[in-house]
């Protein structure tokens, strides 16, 4: 039987990603030229199965497959019923969303925990939408106008699903992304403010990360965050111009465990808002 299956059936991404999870484990390091061969596909085909941002196989496809792997019939109508949820629309394509963004967003709108590490800006979920329109303006000089507002109105409704849904989030900012001027005074001032009221939610954890630190554990890996959905966790870490998602658990531990690290360097909730109230003066 899937593992985790009714929670991954809330999210057709998260769907998808444990469909592609399950088909890889289905193969057990058989050799995808030989299993291509017997159900009559290309071997290309096999890879993007397996691959959460890839291809769905086609149901009849997919029924070729279950049978090679001789999987019962119980179980294969799990996995054809995954398959359909996998293929629903998320809220996120009414937008054109597509790609690694909409992987994303698929994955934070199931979650039900949330850890982030911000080196350079204030973490998306918490941004007000002149932040955003600046860090976009002085970012993305290329992006124009009405892009620049969709992006805004995308962001506005993760941040409606999110507070919403309440999943636990921590996050930890570098000090450098506090004091860099994103907008000019009047942007930051409101937007430090909001990360104050924001730090009074329950299911917020906001940690300054202070300058004195010096060298620390996520130098070398820069942003990231790590989503809990319940059947699985995966890794985001952000690139110049492309995401990476790993969901292998050796990388998601330790990835965890710089978090740990930078928790015990970071400034605690007292110290937090101290710092981000020094920073509004």
């Not at 029924?63 to 090679?68: D, I, K, P, R, V």
């Not at 996050?171 to 730090?199: F, K």
């Amino acid at each position: 039987m899937v593992i985790g299956y009714a929670q991954a059936m809330k999210s057709p991404t998260v769907g998808r990603w444990q469909l592609a999870q399950e088909l890889t484990k289905l193969r057990a390091g058989r050799p995808r030229d030989q299993v291509a061969k017997a159900i009559d596909v290309a071997p290309s085909s096999i890879t993007r199965w397996e691959d959460p941002s890839g291809a769905i196989p086609r149901r009849r496809d997919l029924h070729a497959l279950l049978g090679y792997y001789e999987v019962d019939q119980e179980t294969s109508r799990v996995y054809l019923e995954l398959r359909e949820r996998a293929r629903e629309s998320g809220w996120w394509q009414r937008y054109g969303i597509k790609g690694g963004y909409g992987t994303y967003i698929g994955l934070e709108s199931d979650a039900r925990k949330i850890q982030r590490y911000d080196a350079i800006h204030i973490p998306g979920l918490f941004q007000t939408e002149d932040y955003q329109r600046a860090l976009t303006a002085g970012s993305m000089a290329d992006v124009s106008r009405d892009e620049a507002e969709q992006r805004i109105g995308v962001r506005k409704e993760r941040q409606r699903v999110w507070m919403e849904r309440r999943p636990l989030t921590w996050a930890i900012i570098d000090e450098a992304a506090v004091h860099r001027m994103v907008g000019g005074p009047e942007v930051m001032r409101e937007q430090l403010e909001h990360v104050v009221r924001l730090m009074d939610e329950p299911h917020v954890t906001v940690q300054l990360l202070p300058y004195e630190v010096g060298a620390h554990a996520a130098m070398e890996t820069g942003p990231f965050t790590v989503i809990d959905v319940g059947s699985l966790n995966v890794v985001h870490v952000e690139q110049h111009t492309s995401a990476l998602f790993r969901d292998d658990p050796e990388d998601v531990e330790a990835h965890l465990q710089v978090l740990d690290r930078l928790r015990m360097e970071a400034h605690g909730d007292a110290k937090t808002k101290a710092g981000l109230r020094s920073a509004l003066r």
